[in-house]
């Protein structure tokens, strides 16, 4: 039932959108310097940069929806190459449960999504939020942003 | 300490969705070091109903506060000003909190946000176990520190029920034989002998079973 308002509440199927997707991207600065070099498609990227990717906690995931985000991309460092040793598996906690109150609620967890990406990698960062505007096409803006 | 749990966000959203401006009320201590109410709980809780009642349409103002302990009468008076302004308050504190808060604001309506579940530990990161009930006679000391009346479902004083297989409870498979660990660690500390000694039947007049108990320090009172 969960499964099916999601469905139904963000998946516009395909539908153009009314206004540019919001990506908010958090990211530890080892991972990626900023997000500028994210900037210049058409969609708005909002960067949330942090020393270690652990500092996202839940709330701040949820408050970027609050705040307008579409879907949420969290980028880290590979397994086993985070600088705090396991920042990275701690952020990988957290999202996992935030998706799930995502589900609950009705946003859909499928928007909030965590990578690892090798340092300064801005070409694969570029990618994953080209990816994301794409699948965005699929599921529509959200509705509680 | 009290160990807890938040209840499901389907079941708080049913109970606040009446009331236009609600408190979530958290707790610094037990239910705080248990991921159940503290600080981080209530501004996730705060933001998952938000963001919820927005795709319906609805806004709900929702005011967050932790103090420091729910239980002492001291910390929640710093809840009086938020408390003042809503119809609901949302604790995410025990059992006990939740009730003190009750009592000192009779004018809102108290909605526990937390299952008060059991006094227990952090065995490991990210896992908390049950350990005491609480009996208010602790004889912890004839076990090897292994309660059986927390730690054995059946709460046996005089060795295994035939269920106990492979260390575990049948119970529970999940879950140690209270008794296997108190037989272990007899063994291992040369104290076997002591498990003959006869435990008399327990008086359950100090547990729960005699009512609400009190603990009264005159040298504490003013
Ligand atoms: S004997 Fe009673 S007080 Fe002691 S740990 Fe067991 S339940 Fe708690
Ligand atoms: S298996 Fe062990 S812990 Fe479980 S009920 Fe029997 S004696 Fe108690």
Redesign the pocket.
């Known amino acids: 039932m969960v499964m099916e308002k999601v469905h139904r509440m963000s998946n516009k199927g395909g539908a153009a959108h009314t206004r540019k997707p919001r990506i908010t991207v958090f990211h530890c600065f080892t991972a990626l310097e900023d997000t500028a070099s994210l900037e210049g498609g058409d969609y708005e990227i909002q960067g949330i940069k942090m020393p270690c990717s652990s500092i996202s906690r839940e709330v701040f995931l949820l408050r970027a929806f609050e705040a307008g985000a579409d879907a949420v991309v969290v980028l880290v460092c590979p397994v086993n190459s985070c600088r705090y040793v396991q920042g990275n598996i701690r952020t990988e906690k957290r999202v996992t449960r935030v998706k799930k109150i995502l589900d609950e609620i009705g946003i859909g967890g499928h928007r909030l999504n965590m990578f690892n990406i090798v340092q300064g990698d801005e070409a694969a960062a570029r990618r994953i939020i080209e990816q994301t505007v794409a699948e965005l096409g699929e599921w529509g803006l959200s509705a509680a942003a | 300490m009290i160990v807890g749990e938040q209840k499901p966000l389907e079941e708080i959203k049913a109970k606040v969705s009446g009331y236009s401006r609600i408190l979530i009320l958290g707790c610094g201590t037990c239910v705080k070091t248990c991921f159940a109410g503290g600080e981080d709980e209530v501004a996730t809780l705060a933001s998952a109903l938000r963001l919820s009642f927005k795709l319906e349409g609805r806004t709900i103002q929702i005011e967050e506060q932790t103090v420091e302990r729910q239980c002492e009468d001291e910390f929640i008076k710093e809840a009086a000003t938020n408390i003042a302004e809503v119809k609901a308050v949302v604790s995410l504190a025990c059992g006990a909190g939740v009730q003190m808060v009750a009592s000192r604001f009779p004018q809102v309506t108290l909605l526990p946000g937390v299952n008060t579940t059991f006094i227990g530990i952090l065995e490991k990161a990210g896992l908390f176990t049950e ?5 208010g ?4 000391d004839l076990f090897g520190g292994i ?1 059986p ?2 730690r054995c479902a059946k709460r046996l004083f005089h060795g295994p029920c035939g269920g106990s297989s492979k260390g575990k409870c049948e119970v529970n498979p999940d879950t140690d034989c209270a008794w296997q660990l108190i037989v272990d660690h007899a063994a291992a500390t040369g104290q076997l002998d002591k498990l003959a000694e006869y435990v008399p039947p327990k008086d359950w007049r100090t547990s729960q079973a005699g009512g609400p108990r009190k603990v009264h320090r005159e040298d504490h009172e003013i």
């Open positions: 350990k005491c009930l609480g009996c006679n602790c004889i912890v309660c009346i927390g």
